[in-house]
């Protein structure tokens, strides 16, 4: 008799562990090791049907025989993924503390996870049914001729002819005339495009700086390394891309290009395919689930040269990868923050290393782990300091806003350089990193504040939408018409929001354009990009915007840029405030003078004695990055000691610290067991900062040690024990390996 063939399932569910499924006989593929990485559809529980990917086969089991179920369908005629990015996902499932099934999934394209074919979509392709057809049968009937015309040099696609005017209906009729027959099929691509690689001729004059590091990195581009590419904003940083990439293309290896938010993709793409006639294929969630599965097998097959990406695209299978580029790479971005928390920078250098080819990470403001293992030696650190072209470094200046009145946030004397800067035709640039129109409503009469009911935090009043949004649990409320506690009528705001500003500046500078770039502006598709042309093409001149307008942006017309409100992040309690402040400062003050234009960058503050200013308008990032690593180094916090974040979140605030509780006691317990007690530190169970959110109670657990391995092999034998105990059980609790975000 034969045994039967057990197959171990990765699920995409948050449960740390692979579930037994028999395979029908009928199923089973002549190899049993080729079933590892395929897809399958299974039941689990009693009404759903999943897809899963087979993690490993066996004919023995510890469970009844007759209580395990039959796997319904194979799905996959090979391994779906690749060894080494299977690996390299092994590897991120043991790393991050996050189930094997749950990160598999990160890697497929939404349309595979519901169980899709892993190909190309079909193409309709139109022929003559003879080549001997009298056509002037049809004169008279334009398009019908037209068709028949078209069809009579070749078969062509349905797409091809909807360009050329022909629409369905036309070919349905010629169809049932007996003249024409459709056939789908697999399209067919490229794959040797490096063949017929040319180069754009238009193409700037090179620095010297840039020259370096362009051959820095063609000298070691065939082996594992990690570049840090420190240049100032307006450098130059996309040209020295662009002629790294050259000699991979021609290799005919593939280059992978991760960018931190998707409005950078499409100004992206255009400097590639402007430089390079190469397929070139975009990777971001703003896709629809076909698009973003050709993309993948674009990538897999090898037809596509270029991938360019938001964080996910991490995750793409690729077949011959020969450069992978991080751009803007110390974006919090990068960062997930719920379900897998992995950080693409990272997952990238690993991936590299494990590809053995070079990874290049670029940043005008490099984040201070990554600044650390440059300074230590472990990246190679290349330069640029001087602006491309004529353009020079803009000139900073504080504004003391101490007893000045203000205007919505404005002082007069911001006020009058903006006049300055228009009245000479050139655009301005207003952060403010705050949406709505006041961050509070209140009583004017008691002082009560319009609280969110289900977390620590205040209702954004937005007034073109009229009603109050929390930002951070999503709810609204309608605006209300008396004061809840002593029932005033008199409710006023407090704070200034992007669409307050908006307004003031429409009635300060009625004649000269005002646009407004945040979340609640651009919600409909290709708005950001519509704006961003406007803005390229002169007609707003004022412009107000969030972080989405801080990050890349090439304005030439911008010459005055200001940071209305700062204050906030002098006093945060998060030791990542200073060097978040400084990168955003020195990101936005990046978009003034990028051309020929001299620039000017104002910051408004109450406290303009402040150090962390101070050092930031008169020495820049790279002092303050230095001054900052030294204070990390004596307070023994990251990047000289390694972290991860134990949170649990529930209705009722004591199950949660009672569950971390326990998790401290069992941490405590297995230090002592391995004798790594003075090694590893323990801090909480402490609330979250913002302790309630959605109406649930947030508590964390911090440990911190020298050593990163130690973290690793200490969550490993814990996360067990967490797991299978009742009070883990109660709450929803998940481990942050390498935190960014405390809140």
């Not at 056509?135 to 070749?154: D, F, G, H, P, T």
């Not at 960018?259 to 395919?273: A, D, K, N, S, Y």
């Not at 590299?352 to 990554?370: D, K, Q, V, Y």
């Not at 913002?690 to 911190?704: D, P, S, V």
């Amino acid at each position: 008799m034969l045994k039967p063939i057990i197959c171990q399932i990765a699920l995409p569910i948050p449960l740390r562990r692979l579930f037994d499924y028999q395979l029908p006989l009928h199923l089973a593929p002549n190899s049993l090791i080729s079933l590892v990485g395929r897809r399958v559809r299974v039941s689990f529980g009693s009404k759903r049907e999943m897809i899963g990917l087979i993690y490993s086969t066996t004919n023995n089991t510890a469970h009844d025989l007759t209580k395990i179920k039959p796997i319904i369908e194979l799905l996959d005629t090979q391994p779906l993924l690749s060894s080494n990015l299977w690996d390299l996902l092994h590897w991120a499932s043991l790393y991050y503390q996050h189930p094997f099934g749950d990160v598999l999934q990160q890697a497929l394209p939404s349309a595979l996870r519901k169980g899709k074919e892993a190909t190309f979509k079909m193409q309709e392709y139109w022929h003559l049914l003879s080549s001997d057809l009298n056509i002037s049968e049809v004169k008279r009937a334009k398009k019908q001729y037209q068709a028949l015309l078209l069809l009579k040099q070749n078969p062509l696609s349905t797409t091809h002819l909807k360009a050329q005017g022909i629409t369905r209906n036309t070919l349905n009729i010629l169809q049932e005339k007996g003249f024409i027959e459709c056939i789908a099929k697999q399209p067919e691509y490229n794959l040797n495009w490096s063949k017929n690689l040319q180069e754009s001729e238009d193409k700037p004059q090179l620095s010297t700086e840039q020259a370096v590091a362009i051959t820095a990195v063609n000298q070691q581009n065939k082996e594992f390394n990690c570049f840090l590419l420190e240049g100032i904003t307006g450098s130059g940083k996309t040209e020295v891309y662009l002629n790294i990439l050259t000699p991979i293309l021609k290799m005919g290896k593939q280059v992978l290009i991760i960018v931190p938010e998707i409005g950078l993709t499409p100004q992206i793409i255009q400097r590639f395919q402007a430089r390079f006639n190469l397929p070139i294929y975009l990777k971001h969630s703003g896709l629809n689930s076909r698009q973003q599965l050709d993309t993948w097998c674009h990538a897999k097959q090898g037809s596509a040269a270029i991938i360019i990406g938001t964080r996910s695209a991490i995750f793409s299978d690729i077949k011959n990868l020969g450069l992978i580029i991080l751009d803007e790479e110390h974006d919090a971005s990068f960062k997930q923050q719920d379900g897998f928390r992995y950080h693409a920078r990272d997952f990238a250098i690993k991936r590299a290393h494990m590809e053995n080819i070079p990874i290049i990470l670029g940043s005008a403001t490099p984040a201070l782990e990554t600044l650390h293992n440059a300074l230590q030696g472990k990246y190679q650190h290349l330069h640029l300091t001087q602006r491309a072209g004529l353009a020079k470094p803009p000139t900073s200046s504080l504004i003391n806003l101490a007893g000045l009145p203000l205007q919505s946030g404005l002082s007069p004397q911001l006020i009058e350089l903006m006049r300055r800067h228009l009245q000479k035709n050139n655009q301005v640039i207003l952060f403010l990193n705050r949406r709505g129109f006041s961050p509070v409503l209140m009583c004017h009469e008691c002082g009560w504040l319009v609280k969110c009911t289900r977390c620590d935090a205040f209702y954004t009043y937005h007034k073109k939408a009229n009603y109050l949004h929390c930002h951070h649990c999503a709810s609204t409320l309608p605006i209300p018409q008396q004061c809840y506690d002593c029932g005033s009528t008199q409710l006023i705001t407090n704070g200034v929001g992007t669409e307050q500003l908006e307004q003031t500046l429409k009635s300060i500078f009625p004649d000269d354009p005002v646009i407004r770039i945040d979340r609640d502006n651009t919600r409909k598709k290709e708005s950001f990009d519509e704006y961003l042309n406007d803005i390229h093409q002169g007609k707003y001149k004022i412009l107000i915007g969030t972080q989405m307008l801080a990050k890349g942006h090439h304005f030439p017309n911008v010459t005055l840029v200001a940071l209305i409100d700062v204050d906030g992040a002098l006093f945060c309690n998060d030791f990542r405030a200073s060097e978040r402040l400084a990168q955003l400062f020195t990101q936005v003050a990046g978009r003034a003078g990028r051309a020929e234009k001299k620039g000017q960058v104002v910051l408004q503050t109450h406290h303009p004695e402040h150090i962390l200013l101070q050092e930031l308008v008169n020495s820049g990032y790279t002092q303050f990055s230095r001054n900052a690593l030294r204070e990390r180094k004596l307070a023994q916090l990251p990047p000289y000691q390694f972290q991860a974040l134990l949170r649990a979140e529930s209705e009722n605030a004591t199950l949660a610290e009672n569950f971390l509780t326990l998790c401290r006691q069992i941490l405590i317990k297995i230090c002592l067991e391995h004798n790594i007690t003075e090694k590893m530190l323990l801090l909480g169970p402490i609330p979250a900062p913002m302790e309630r959110k959605a109406g649930r109670y947030r508590f964390q657990l911090l440990l911190q040690s020298t050593y990163r391995t130690l973290i690793t092999q200490t969550l490993q034998r814990a996360i067990d024990i967490f797991s299978k105990s009742p009070e883990g059980r109660k709450v929803k609790w998940s481990i942050d390996v390498d935190p960014i975000d405390f809140t």
